[in-house]
T-cell receptor
């Protein structure tokens, strides 16, 4: 079984709808991250969390919110989806050391019409 | 702030050719890590390598090799005798430490197409 899972894998939604993307991990890592990928822009950090009580904004947090329900779960919400949030979203985890190595989920392809 | 530049947006070569993907970075940190990830058409991100800034030895793994040059702030990736299965988007990334957080800054990616 995959160590980092994301649900759903694909989602099409309409403008103005609220949507939640979920991430679960079995690696026991403290740190979790949400990125979005757009063509030609690489991956950009939306939010990251050191532990359940510590959540921080990344470089493009506007229009998004997150919830760290448990060490193993980190959800990303779009309160009112808009078309320019159409992207590939990745969740990642890492240990609390200096390795900087992050383990990525399979990605969620979100389309907002 | 940290920055990673992959100037080659797309590269297309014929199978069995060698190909080099460029990565140039900017950082204020004295200690940092550099990474390469592969994203095949299926979309997942596959970790290829992590290199510590103190280790400037080149690395070779099968047909893959990496050339880290601190003097030019570059971490280039070469595929020797390319194969169709190497077709993917490749990302270079740089570590960034902000307020105790370990973050990765990614380049824009290079789309590599290997033609049979």
């Amino acid at each position: 079984d995959a160590d980092v899972t994301q649900t759903p894998r694909n989602r099409i939604t309409k403008t103005g709808k609220r949507i939640m993307l979920e991430c679960s991990q079995t690696k026991g890592h403290d740190r979790m991250y949400w990125y979005r990928q757009d063509p030609g822009l690489g991956l950009r950090l939306i939010y990251y969390s050191f532990d359940v009580k510590d959540i921080n904004k990344g470089e493009i947090s506007d229009g998004y919110s997150v919830s760290r329900q448990a060490q193993a779960k980190f959800s990303l919400s779009l309160e009112s989806a808009i078309p320019n949030q159409t992207a590939l979203y990745f969740c990642a985890t890492s240990v609390s050391d200096n390795s900087y190595e992050q383990y990525f989920g399979p990605g969620t392809r979100l389309t907002v019409t | 702030a940290q920055k990673v530049t992959q100037a080659q947006t797309e590269i297309s070569v014929v199978e069995k050719e060698d190909v080099t993907l460029d990565c140039v970075y900017e950082t204020r940190d004295t200690t940092y890590y550099l990474f390469w990830y592969k994203q095949p058409p299926s979309g997942e991100l596959v970790f290829l390598i992590r290199r510590n800034s103190f280790d400037e030895q080149n690395e070779i793994s099968g047909r893959y090799s990496w050339n880290f040059q601190k003097s030019t702030s570059s971490f280039n990736f070469t595929i020797t005798a390319s194969q169709v299965v190497d077709s993917a988007v490749y990302f270079c990334a740089l570590s960034e430490r902000i307020q105790g957080a370990q973050k990765l800054v990614f380049g824009q990616g290079t789309r590599l197409t290997i033609n049979p």
